[in-house]
């Protein structure tokens, strides 16, 4: 089976945030979708390591910023290689919130979805949301952010390395050895081994 096949698959990158409490957090996630009009229903799909994950299922809310393709990898960076579990993402309570008091992205963002969640599904590694539609707005006319989008021309290009070892095709981290475990876990982005390359 050729796995990058995977890869013609079409996605696009979202900020997925919450607010427990006092706290508010945000996390990268690629799989944000409506699934049925009438009524108005989305899924969110999130890894369950995410801080993000925990707040949704005790909340039962959250909001998708939906990225720009004027999106900086700063933004990516921010919400996607560190966790809310150590860092306070939003320290200086800077970002507008909805109707639901959850914080959302402005600014690199084109639109947010606000959702209440109605059912989840355990999907092993990750939970899949299925949400209520309760609000939504344009934020500007520029064309949402995909996947392919973001590694050809936000994410850098790796610097040749000089060691042995593999490299994430997704955040671009270094595993340095001969040998890859089968079970490895990207310590940045949470991806398998399947997703990293031998370096050159």
């Given at each position: 089976?050729?796995?990058?096949?995977?890869?013609?698959?079409?996605?696009?990158?979202?900020?997925?945030?919450?607010?427990?409490?006092?706290?508010?957090?945000?996390?990268?996630?690629?799989?944000?979708?409506?699934?049925?009009?009438?009524?108005?229903?989305?899924?969110?799909?999130?890894?369950?390591?995410?801080?993000?994950?925990?707040?949704?299922?005790?909340?039962?809310?959250?909001?998708?910023?939906?990225?720009?393709?004027?999106?900086?990898?700063?933004?990516?960076?921010?919400?996607?290689?560190?966790?809310?579990?150590?860092?306070?993402?939003?320290?200086?309570?800077?970002?507008?919130?909805?109707?639901?008091?959850?914080?959302?992205?402005?600014?690199?963002?084109?639109?947010?979805?606000?959702?209440?969640?109605?059912?989840?599904?355990?999907?092993?590694?990750?939970?899949?949301?299925?949400?209520?539609?309760?609000?939504?707005?344009v934020l500007s006319d520029?064309?949402?952010?995909?996947?392919s989008f973001y590694q050809?021309?936000?994410?850098?290009?790796?610097?040749?390395?000089?060691?042995?070892?593999?490299?994430?095709?997704?955040?671009?981290?270094?595993?340095?050895?001969?040998?890859?475990?089968?079970?490895?876990?990207?310590?940045?982005?949470?991806?398998?081994?399947?997703?990293?390359?031998?370096?050159?």
């Amino acid at each position: 089976m050729d796995k990058k096949a995977m890869y013609k698959l079409t996605y696009g990158l979202f900020v997925l945030t919450a607010r427990d409490g006092e706290k508010d957090n945000g996390c990268i996630i690629n799989t944000a979708m409506q699934v049925t009009t009438t009524p108005n229903r989305m899924i969110v799909v999130v890894n369950k390591q995410n801080y993000t994950h925990d707040m949704i299922q005790r909340t039962k809310k959250f909001n998708v910023s939906c990225l720009s393709e004027e999106a900086t990898f700063d933004v990516f960076r921010h919400f996607g290689f560190q966790s809310g579990k150590d860092t306070d993402k939003t320290p200086d309570g800077s970002y507008p919130r909805a109707e639901n008091g959850i914080m959302y992205l402005k600014e690199k963002a084109c639109a947010y979805i606000s959702g209440n969640v109605v059912a989840e599904t355990d999907l092993g590694t990750h939970t899949m949301f299925l949400a209520d539609v309760t609000d939504a707005e344009v934020l500007s006319d520029a064309a949402p952010v995909s996947y392919s989008f973001y590694q050809k021309h936000i994410k850098p290009v790796p610097k040749p390395a000089e060691k042995t070892g593999w490299i994430c095709k997704i955040c671009g981290y270094v595993y340095e050895g001969e040998e890859l475990p089968e079970d490895y876990i990207c310590p940045i982005c949470k991806h398998p081994a399947s997703d990293f390359e031998r370096l050159s």
